[in-house]
C-alpha cells in the first residue's frame, strides 16, 4: 500500500522560511515525477512546484518561482519543497503527490494518483 507522509508546515511570519519534506513508502517512485500542491482556505488544490523522475527539470507555479525550490532523493523516496520568502498567500495545506505513470511530466492534480494527508503552513502578516 503507498503511502505519503508530509511533514515541517508550521506558522511562520512574513519573510521567514520552511522546509516541507514527503516520504514515500509502499512504492518505488524514482521514474515518477512528485510534485507539491496547497490548498487555502475556500479555494481549489493549487499546483506549486514539480520535479522529473531524474531531477533533471522542476516545474514551478508563477507565485512561487524564485522563492520555492523542490528537490528529491530517489535513494531514499523524498521529495522537499524549501519555502524562503514566505508570504501570506502562501498560506494553506501543502500536499505531496506522486504520479502514477512513469516518466510523465503534467501538473493537473488528475494525473497524480498518490496523495498524502497534507501539512498546514500559516504565514502571518
Known amino acids: 500500500q503507498v503511502r505519503l507522509v508530509e511533514s515541517g508546515g508550521g506558522l511562520v511570519q512574513t519573510g521567514e522560511s520552511l522546509r516541507l519534506s514527503c516520504v514515500a513508502s509502499?512504492?518505488?517512485?524514482?521514474?515518477?515525477?512528485m510534485a507539491w500542491f496547497r490548498q487555502a482556505p475556500e479555494k481549489e488544490r493549487e499546483f506549486v512546484a514539480a520535479?522529473?523522475?531524474?531531477?533533471?527539470?522542476?516545474y514551478y507555479a508563477d507565485s512561487v518561482k524564485g522563492r520555492f525550490t523542490i528537490s528529491r532523493v530517489n535513494a531514499e523516496n523524498t521529495v522537499s519543497l524549501q519555502m524562503d520568502r514566505l508570504k501570506p498567500d502562501d498560506t494553506g495545506v501543502y500536499y505531496c503527490?506522486?504520479?502514477?505513470?512513469?516518466?510523465?511530466?503534467?501538473?493537473?492534480?488528475?494525473?497524480?494518483?498518490?496523495w498524502g494527508q497534507g501539512t498546514p503552513v500559516t504565514v502571518s502578516s
Open positions: 503527490a506522486a504520479d502514477g505513470t512513469p516518466q510523465r511530466l503534467g501538473i493537473a492534480s488528475s494525473l497524480y494518483e498518490y
Open positions: 509502499g512504492g518505488t517512485f524514482n521514474r515518477n515525477t
Open positions: 520535479v522529473t523522475w531524474s531531477s533533471g527539470t522542476q
